[in-house]
């Protein structure tokens, strides 16, 4: 898998200043399922260490954890352990999408990226951002730029001085068919320049 980022350095001076810098990202990866999507639920305009620990308090609370369990708590429970309203909205459309069979979460390596996330997106609380990073941390999707990522967009306007989406966008189009690769160096500068270590793993 190094072989995109080669690619990426040789094509584009940012990158190959981030990589001689920094050295090379690691490949941020989570296993697929529905405590991923949970867990990115959770994650969705906190941080992650915050959602994590929310997280593993739900699981307390929901054992074994499971669509079918998580449908059973009342939303004081999960209150309790520190889930919005919100999300609790959210996290149950997504159990409940489950135990109906209206998503089949084993199936969504099978098809392609567009597919993907037309099937997420009919789930409420399931938006482009969370379908972005299921699909290349879980799915390993290569070529996605997840612009609704707050430190992707920061970091874009810092090293290529753009600052509306469309033009990322169209500066990204050269990085096509490795675009989530040139996405993990942007996030490997945001996170080695703050000296922040993320373990992406549930």
Known sequence: MQEPFSLLIAQETVFKTIAEKYGL???????????TLVLLILEQQVSIDSA???FLRVKEVAKPFSPAMVVQLNDEQLRAVGVSRQKITYIKALAAALLSKELVLEELSSLSAEVVREKLIKIKGIGHWTIDIYLMFSLQAQDLLPLGDIAVVNTFKELFDLHDK???EQRAE??????????????HHYLCKRNRKVVYNP
Do not use: D, N, V
Not at 26 to 31: A, C, G, K, Y
Not at 182 to 187: E, F, N, P, R, V
């Open 25 to 35: 990202p690691t490949i941020p990866q989570r296993p697929e399922g529905f405590e």
């Open 174 to 187: 050269q990085w096509k068919p490795h675009r989530s690769f040139a996405t993990y160096l942007l996030w």
């Open 52 to 54: 994590k620990a929310t």
């Open 166 to 168: 469309e033009q990322m």
